[in-house]
């Protein structure tokens, strides 16, 4: 029986991460959620899942959770402390990183410090702090398994194999619902069709993000760091079907790929039974019916994003925690129509132009870039992007 | 330092082991070599390979080559007993199984009895007698490397997975030059049209069994034996450019699949280098400049061939050898133009037909049924398919 912690319940990855945990009751048992806004959702899954703890944002969300939840055994705790509770409990053998953005770095931290197996959805974790986590993680011996399915992909395909026989890391990208839009409509981009994904059924950020390319940007960060690979030996392919979730290239020319339908549920199950597989009730693959799988490289003239991220990782340091903080900006003022589609790497890339790199030595720093990068986001919106 | 032992070193996979070696002198040596009437061939190998042993097919060739390698300290030995001789020689790591047909049959189980690795290219070894080699394999912890890419890629595939998750297998298949060819139109196939094979270059038997689908029958039941996975959990993909050598599918729905550029050297390296990767100077993949991968059904009314091999697989015992036996004798006729190309199903379906199935206990017991289904089928076509 695995203990699970999961934070950011109430997100497309913890509502899946339950499912699952549903799915397999005589395997995982729950023992703490955390939420941000979808209080109702929380206390339904609460209600349902029987956690030993609950974090929410706020003193006043947690008065509410704890009247709803009269009754039922479940401490009740809320804000930063409350999201590290979750995430460090003695009684957790593995923490769900699901939180969106730069908020789940200190869960995160918190997690591995704790010593937890951390199945990590958050991308911004390793983005922001990929050097501090990642020798944390061997210090302690926590593992990191990868939730997103491009991570999980190339998890699975460097799995039995050599790491000194990798050439490169092929991530895949679908491209996003712009994929063959000339650049000079760019402009005229409304937040619904950035929301309308083709493929994947994800939250708002990171559907903005799979549509300016940032999101692949992230990934290769992610990457690098996940599987201690240079970024000039990874690749983004424009891969429209998500069917290839992504490739591992080796010195002798092969690559070994991993491949299935586009659902969070197997990666999430993955990160969950590793080194098991669980017998998921999901349709098989029919590379028959599909038919077609097609390729091509990314442009990065239409989508300057995925350039700025292969940037930031070559600058190193507080860079990529930068970017990350003008990017989180910069999607939450374009929802907002406060910016339009083709201004988001424009904002980005000027917020990154006036930073002076320092080296990551503690999350504090991390988090005073962050905070830097959003505070100078901010203003260049204010001065209207002049 | 891995001494190896070729065996059908003038065939392609032969020669592309030579190169292979050839390219990395100080990880392999060549101790012995066969061959069967590329005499010319053979001895330019051994001078340049200076092998301990090689052999021919018969006494009148091995003369022809110990005077033509006076001066070289070589030992010229011929007919089955040469084959067995070079198969186990005592100075050999590993053994590479590359003689086309049932002829591969006794090199190979001498190799295996002698408890030398081998590198298997012969797939009539597990066809006719699977059951005995994967035990003898075992029995004396022999390794049996696959060659064929699509074994190889399914063994990739199946590295650092847990084969207790396997759902099933999937060979790729290129479909071959009569892919889209109406079925009205398979009398008039000439052996020049059959031997033009889109992807590979391989030898006139095997490519004829490309364009029958019989080639990949074969490899569903050798790839039964090699990865202990009944029949009814092997499909078959046709996928025209050749890119996926195959995949295994998870019971979770994730499939692990092995892709590289149409070329043997890849699989071959892996089977000679294994669990270690070679840095091959081959071209990467290039799926961006592909474009486009396909999938579609096999068409078992057109290509009757693979039917009978599943059906094979599931009769068990002799019936693999025999079908094999028949198919060599079918193929053979073809290439002489003595039967049309949509004689060769019917005739082995003829013979396969009057075969009472027996258990194979032995491998003489297997050579029987190979002489049986020969004779057969050779009578079949004396008697003009009536």
Redesign the interface.
């Known amino acids: 029986m695995k203990r699970i912690s999961v934070l950011g319940s109430t997100g497309s990855i913890g509502v899946s991460t339950l499912q699952i945990v549903a799915e397999f009751p005589e395997r995982y048992r729950i023992v703490a959620l955390t939420a941000g806004n979808n209080l109702d959702l929380l206390c339904e899954q609460a209600k349902k899942f029987r956690p030993i703890v609950v974090a929410v944002i706020s003193q006043v969300d947690a008065g509410i959770v704890k009247k709803r939840l009269a009754g039922f055994q479940v401490e009740v705790c809320f804000g930063v402390a409350g999201m590290i509770r979750c995430a460090s409990l003695a009684d957790a053998d593995m923490v769900v990183a699901a939180v969106v953005g730069a908020a789940g770095l200190i869960p995160t931290v918190a997690a591995v410090q704790a010593g937890k197996d951390v199945a990590l959805a958050n991308k911004e974790t390793l983005v922001m702090a990929g050097g501090l986590i990642i020798e944390e993680a061997r210090q302690r011996g926590v593992k990191l398994l990868p939730v997103d399915s491009e991570h999980s992909a190339i998890f ?7 790491h000194d ?1 990798v ?1 490169r890391l ?1 991530l895949t990208a679908s491209g996003g619902p712009f994929r063959d839009l000339p650049a000079a409509e760019f402009r005229h981009i409304v937040p619904a069709d950035a929301l309308a994904h083709p493929n994947w059924s994800m939250g708002k950020k990171i559907t903005i993000d799979s549509a300016t390319l940032m999101n692949k940007g992230l990934e290769v960060i992610e990457a690098h760091w996940l599987f201690n690979v240079p970024a000039t030996k990874i690749d983004v ?3 429209p079907e998500s069917i ?1 979730h992504s ?1 591992v ?13 586009p ?1 969070m549920k ?1 990666p999430i ?2 990160a969950l ?1 590793w ?6 009730n ?4 029919d ?2 019916e ?8 990314p442009d990065i003239q239409r989508f300057p994003c995925l350039g700025l991220a292969y940037h930031a990782l070559d600058a190193g340091g507080t860079v990529p925690a930068v970017m990350n903080a003008a990017n989180e900006v910069a999607v939450a003022a374009f929802l907002k129509q406060q910016i339009s589609f083709a201004d988001i790497p424009v904002l980005i890339e000027r917020v990154m132009a006036c930073h002076q790199v320092e080296d990551v030595t503690t999350v504090d720093r991390v988090l005073q870039a962050d905070l830097w990068g959003r505070s100078r986001a901010k203003k260049f919106i204010a001065g209207g992007l002049k």
Chains 1, 2 share one sequence.
């Open positions: 699975q395909a460097l799995s039995g194999h050599r026989d050439r092929i392919h424009i891969h290839i490739m290239e080796y010195i002798d020319g092969s690559v070994v790929a991993q491949l299935g339908i659902d197997t199950a993955y039974s080194p098991e597989r669980l017998p998921l999901q349709p098989a693959l590379l028959c599909l038919g077609t799988l097609t390729f091509s490289p």
